[in-house]
């Protein structure tokens, strides 16, 4: 593995109980990389993410992040999370808090910032994500779209060397999808690794750097934009294109 793979998948199984989810990934995320995952629902998406940051236990497989071989049962978890940001389909605020907590609390109680230096680098990335002036406001005065770039810019906050990203905009009313969307570009355009699972055709053909196509827990296809969405080899994933595009 060269300094320039930030996130490396060999041959990861994953089952619940008897289901076989994850039949044998293989992944690898260099730095600067766009990665979109697409592939219809069951597939195993969001499981595989859900690996990569440790939040479902690998049965067989290595998944090393930054470094860190997360796989190792003598692993320091809690800093090897550390490096990744993740941002879901539901945005997971503190709903009690306001915008400012929310992109605080995490930097002072995981990085030991001080309130001053953790409330500059919040607002630097409220700019970021187009949300200037929202600091005071509580989650639910803002809109989903709004909402979601909380999201995304509170896993800024920490200074991530990745960000994964579950279907970000799913979950939104169609006019919200594109300031997300937009913000996302910008944070690739900023040469920002990301590993986003999506069903936004349109961005991952822009954007990405690779597309891996997942079915029935593998990965059918994977390649450049331009060949595995505008060029599908296998048949499965063009009947998934021909449903979505
Ligand atoms: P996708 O994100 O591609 O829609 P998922 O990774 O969420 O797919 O799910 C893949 C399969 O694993 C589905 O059949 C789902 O029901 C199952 N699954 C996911 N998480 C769990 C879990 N915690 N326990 C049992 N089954 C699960
Ligand atoms: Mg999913």
Same mark, same amino acid.
């Given at each position: 593995?060269?300094?320039?793979?930030?996130?490396?998948?060999?041959?990861?199984?994953?089952?619940?109980?008897?289901?076989?989810?994850?039949?044998?990934?293989? +992944?690898?995320?260099?730095?600067?990389?766009?990665?979109?995952?697409?592939?219809?629902?069951?597939?195993?998406?969001?499981?595989?993410?859900?690996?990569?940051?440790? +939040?479902? &236990?690998?049965?067989?497989?290595?998944?090393?992040?930054?470094?860190?071989?997360?796989?190792?049962?003598?692993?320091?978890?809690?800093?090897?999370?550390?490096?990744?940001?993740?941002?879901?389909?539901?945005?997971?605020?503190?709903?009690? =808090?306001?915008?400012?907590?929310?992109?605080?609390?995490?930097?002072?109680?995981?990085?030991?910032?001080?309130?001053?230096?953790? &409330?500059?680098?919040? =607002?630097?990335?409220?700019?970021?994500?187009?949300?200037?002036?929202?600091?005071?406001?509580?989650?639910?005065? =803002?809109?989903?779209?709004?909402?979601?770039?909380?999201?995304?810019?509170?896993?800024?906050?920490?200074?991530? $060397?990745?960000?994964?990203?579950?279907?970000? @905009?799913?979950?939104?009313?169609? &006019? =919200?999808?594109?300031?997300?969307?937009?913000?996302?570009?910008?944070?690739?355009?900023?040469?920002?690794?990301?590993?986003?699972?999506?069903?936004?055709?349109?961005?991952?053909?822009?954007?990405?750097?690779?597309?891996? *196509?997942?079915?029935?827990?593998?990965?059918?296809?994977?390649?450049?934009?331009?060949?595995?969405?505008? $060029?599908?080899?296998?048949?499965?994933?063009? @009947? *998934?294109?021909?449903?979505?595009?």
């Amino acid at each position: 593995m060269t300094d320039d793979v930030i996130v490396q998948v060999s041959g990861l199984h994953k089952a619940f109980g008897r289901l076989e989810v994850l039949k044998g990934i293989d +992944l690898e995320v260099q730095r600067g990389q766009v990665v979109c995952i697409i592939g219809p629902s069951g597939s195993g998406k969001s499981t595989l993410l859900r690996c990569v940051n440790l +939040l479902e &236990e690998p049965n067989d497989g290595s998944v090393v992040v930054n470094g860190f071989q997360i796989t190792d049962p003598d692993i320091d978890i809690d800093r090897a999370r550390r490096g990744i940001g993740m941002v879901f389909q539901s945005f997971n605020l503190f709903s009690h =808090l306001s915008v400012l907590d929310n992109l605080t609390i995490a930097q002072r109680k995981v990085l030991k910032r001080d309130k001053a230096e953790a &409330e500059r680098i919040a =607002l630097e990335n409220l700019r970021k994500v187009g949300l200037t002036g929202k600091e005071r406001s509580l989650p639910t005065q =803002l809109s989903g779209g709004q909402q979601q770039r909380v999201a995304i810019a509170r896993a800024l906050s920490m200074n991530p $060397d990745v960000m994964l990203f579950d279907e970000p @905009t799913s979950a939104l009313d169609p &006019e =919200l999808v594109g300031d997300v969307l937009a913000v996302m570009r910008q944070l690739a355009r900023d040469g920002m690794t990301m590993l986003v699972v999506t069903h936004e055709m349109q961005f991952a053909r822009e954007v990405a750097d690779v597309v891996l *196509f997942m079915d029935g827990g593998v990965v059918v296809e994977q390649g450049p934009p331009s060949q595995v969405i505008a $060029d599908p080899q296998h048949e499965r994933t063009q @009947t *998934f294109l021909s449903r979505v595009l």
